[in-house]
């Protein structure tokens, strides 16, 4: 599992529950502004996930991911917004990245392993928040409660990866590192323009 780690250890350097963004939602400091932007925004990046596991021909997990927009739909109508085309420079870019590692199966699975890996840790770092300190209707949560404990993409993800030639890691790794950096900047974006 030496390649475990070496992804491991990629997304580490942009670990988002350490970005300021995420810090100050999970305390309750993000304006409800900022919230609606990222709903906006982020969305249309989470309308692109089915894209990646059809590149991996693994239908089941792809219809999941089309079942999520929806939950995320409903988080940004709970916040009186829709999710529109992104705006945020950063946050185009990231859509940019994801369109072009979910073109091929080996980037696809190093992009999708840097997103989906991270997914339980900060779902639940934002369901708290959301908990514990905005007064928003309870479809804000499902989204989150959903992901929080959501840890068979990354599995599966894993078991597709093992089965790859050894010659294909490092080009995984590659994309894993794009996507994590890429990711991290989104949430820059996204804070800047709301939070400066």
């Known amino acids: 599992m030496d390649f475990k780690q070496t992804l ?5 350097d942009y670990n988002l529950l350490n970005h300021p963004f ?12 900022a919230l609606r932007s990222y709903a906006r925004e982020y969305g249309a990046f989470i309308s692109m996930m089915p894209e990646g596991w059809e590149t991996l021909n693994d ?33 185009k870019t990231l859509m940019e990245t994801a ?9 696809a699975l190093g992009a999708l392993y840097a997103f989906e890996v991270q997914q339980p840790a900060t779902a639940q770092s934002k369901l708290a928040g959301l908990k ?10 499902p989204y989150f409660e959903t992901h929080s404990h959501n840890e068979h993409e ?3 993800l894993l078991e ?3 089965a790859l030639p050894s010659d294909s ?3 995984v790794v590659q994309a894993c590192e794009k996507m994590s950096a890429a990711l991290w900047d989104a949430l820059t974006g996204i804070h800047d323009a709301e939070c400066a």
């Open 8 to 12: 491991d250890s990629k997304i580490a």
């Open 22 to 33: 995420y810090q100050a939602w999970s305390a309750g400091e993000l304006p409800v502004e």
């Open 59 to 91: 239908a089941e997990i792809a219809e999941e991911e089309t079942e999520h927009i929806d939950l995320w739909a409903d988080f940004a109508a709970g916040l009186d917004t829709t999710v529109t085309e992104a705006q945020i420079p950063q946050v």
């Open 99 to 107: 369109d072009e590692l979910f073109s091929e199966p080996a980037t």
């Open 132 to 141: 514990a300190f905005y007064q928003l209707p309870k479809s804000v949560e």
């Open 154 to 156: 990354a599995e599966k």
């Open 160 to 162: 597709y990866i093992g």
């Open 169 to 171: 890691y490092p080009t």
